[in-house]
């Protein structure tokens, strides 16, 4: 009815954050993506030319040719869908490319900071190692890697369940379809709708111990093991450090 007001009816005018947010994310991926590249090509012309019997030097330059893809899958599969999501005002794709997108988006941030936690392990363990380096392999290290990847794919499987489209104005004439996960439906769900998906899912409790997952395997998971790692090899340092000093009186 008109007493209901047009404005619940009809879509949301753009907010200026949104302005914002969608220059922000041009200028990202128009920098973002040629710098990557070029590194990218400058790494793996590096670790073709690299001797195989360097381990360290190969490890290390697969591991930061890892860190560049997942940082190039971030700008592909997050921030460009991104993009044209707000620049459409609305979601345009099916149901399964929602969902296909909130994965793969994830799984870029999930391997991205795999992936540096990785570069963190690989340089204890050339610390702590240090007398065996030359005898060392690139097998572990490609094991971090696959590790890497594997976790990120993994944990990311739950954003195929939680996210769908939805009709955020069932009332109006004009439908305007979003990509969100099921608890944000259900909270702003009409009393006449229903999610598609179970009861148990829906609870508190469930939305709950998926963001605190997500917080712990994207963030404070990679910073608690990074400041172990560089902890360690700081102390180690000063003690070479501190050996090498007492050794020249």
């Known amino acids: 009815s008109s007493e209901n007001g047009t404005g619940e009816n009809f879509p949301p005018e753009r907010l200026p954050s949104d302005t914002v947010q969608l220059i922000f994310l041009f200028f990202v991926l128009m920098v973002g993506l040629p710098s990557n590249c070029v590194v990218f090509r400058r790494i793996l012309s590096l670790y073709k030319a690299s001797p195989r019997k360097n381990c360290v030097k190969v490890g290390f330059l697969l591991l930061h040719l890892n860190l560049v893809i997942s940082d190039i899958m971030l700008l592909l599969l997050y921030a460009l869908p991104k993009m044209l999501w707000n620049w459409t005002y609305e979601w345009r794709g099916t149901d399964g490319m929602c969902r296909t997108y909130k994965y793969l988006s994830m799984a870029s941030f999930y ?68 990509c969100s996960d099921i608890w944000t439906i259900n909270l702003y769900r009409s009393p006449e709708t229903t999610v598609p998906a179970p009861e148990w899912l829906l609870t508190p409790m469930l939305q709950h111990a998926y963001e605190l997952a997500h917080l712990l395997l994207v963030f404070w998971g990679p910073l608690v093991a990074l400041t172990i790692c560089y902890a360690i090899i700081a102390i180690r340092l000063v003690q070479y450090s501190m050996n090498g000093t007492v050794s020249d009186h």
Do not use: H, M, Y
């Not at 570069?119 to 204890?124: E, P």
């Not at 007398?131 to 499987?157: D, M, Q």
């Open 111 to 178: 391997l991205s900071s795999n992936i540096i936690v990785c570069i963190a392990v690989d340089r204890l363990r050339n610390v702590l190692s240090a007398n065996k380096i030359r005898r060392r392999s690139t097998i572990s290290t490609r094991g971090f890697i696959l590790f890497a990847w594997l976790a990120a794919f993994g944990w990311s499987i739950p954003q195929l369940v939680v996210f769908q489209t939805v009709n955020v104005l069932p009332d109006s004439e004009i439908a305007w379809i979003q």
